[in-house]
């Protein structure tokens, strides 16, 4: 698997909420978690500078889930693994916590979970294309618009 860190949780969340529960909580049985930032979800506010006064104005909220946790399995084995995702879903951001520290640091079953973010990064690219192509085609060339044939005296 070849993709960063950083958009793991990006290319994970294209699959479904419930696959992904299933998917930690099957490969994380025996083991014990401890919640160092328990699964939870609230809002965030974005704040911004205005351009002219550069005074912070908040443009409103969004909703945001985290979590944090460590992973013990038999033995002196622990690691941890963190999620923070645009959702009201903390049982989202535990899945992708718990799924972050296995593939991290490469724990049984981390090959399953690779296999889900090479898929949802397929799924990302081609949604990545269809933006792309949809931005392209409402494309406006502003500099054709004062080249006409037409004189504009004639009005």
């Known amino acids: 698997m070849h993709i960063p860190r950083k958009d793991w949780l990006r290319v994970l969340t294209a699959h ?3 696959a992904l529960a299933e998917l930690s909580g099957r490969l994380a049985a025996g083991w014990t978690l401890t919640y160092l930032a328990l699964p939870q979800a609230g809002l965030g506010l974005l704040k911004l500078r205005d351009g002219a006064f ?16 460590r992973v013990q399995l038999p033995g002196d084995v622990a690691v941890e693994g963190a999620a923070q995702v645009m959702a009201d879903a903390p049982a989202l951001a535990q899945a992708l916590a718990v ?4 593939l991290a640091a490469r724990l049984p079953g981390w090959q399953e979970v690779a296999a ?19 931005l392209a085609g409402t494309r406006v060339d502003f500099a054709l618009l004062g080249a006409t044939e037409e004189d504009e005296d004639e009005y």
């Not at 104005?57 to 985290?66: D, Q």
């Not at 973010?117 to 192509?133: T, V």
């Open 99 to 102: 799924l972050d520290a296995i």
């Open 116 to 134: 889900l973010a090479n898929e949802g990064a397929s799924k990302r690219a081609e949604e990545d294309r269809r933006r792309r192509a949809m």
């Open 54 to 69: 550069h005074e912070p104005y908040y443009l409103g909220e969004f909703p945001i889930a985290c979590c944090r946790v």
């Open 16 to 18: 479904p909420v419930a």
